[in-house]
């Protein structure tokens, strides 16, 4: 069974980086056609795919985030990481690193509160 564990700062003064990792134990994120997805959630508001990094290190992300999001990976840690630029307080959300395997987000982490706030 697929773990996964976020962690990084809580509060993040704005136009810095936010910067979050993911842990995954249970499995390796080199394993085929496992997609490791960063989705955050703003109070009040629904679920927002943020971007992926592929079993192969491809990395994928949402347009409407234009160029400010960046995902990468250590796999001799298990580990990949999330940093969001020039973050303002629209930035604050619950963030939750998951697992993707075929269409379905199948395993999720326990989700980090991030503020933007100065």
């Known amino acids: 069974q697929v773990q996964l564990q976020e962690s990084g700062p809580g509060l993040v003064k704005p136009s810095q980086t936010l910067s979050l990792t993911c842990t995954v134990s249970g499995g390796s994120i080199t394993t085929n056609y496992y997609y490791w997805t960063w989705i955050r959630q703003p109070p009040g508001k629904g679920l927002e795919w943020i971007g992926s990094?592929?079993?192969?290190?491809?990395?994928y992300y949402s347009p409407s985030l234009k160029s400010r999001p960046s995902i990468s990976r250590d796999t001799s840690k298990n580990q990949f990481t999330l940093q969001l630029s020039s973050v303002s307080p629209e930035d604050t959300a619950v963030y939750y690193c998951?697992?993707?395997?075929?269409?379905?987000?199948?395993?999720w982490g326990q989700g980090t509160q991030v503020t933007v706030s100065s």
């Open positions: 998951a697992k993707r395997s075929g269409w379905y987000l199948d395993s």
């Open positions: 990094i592929a079993y192969s290190g491809s990395t």
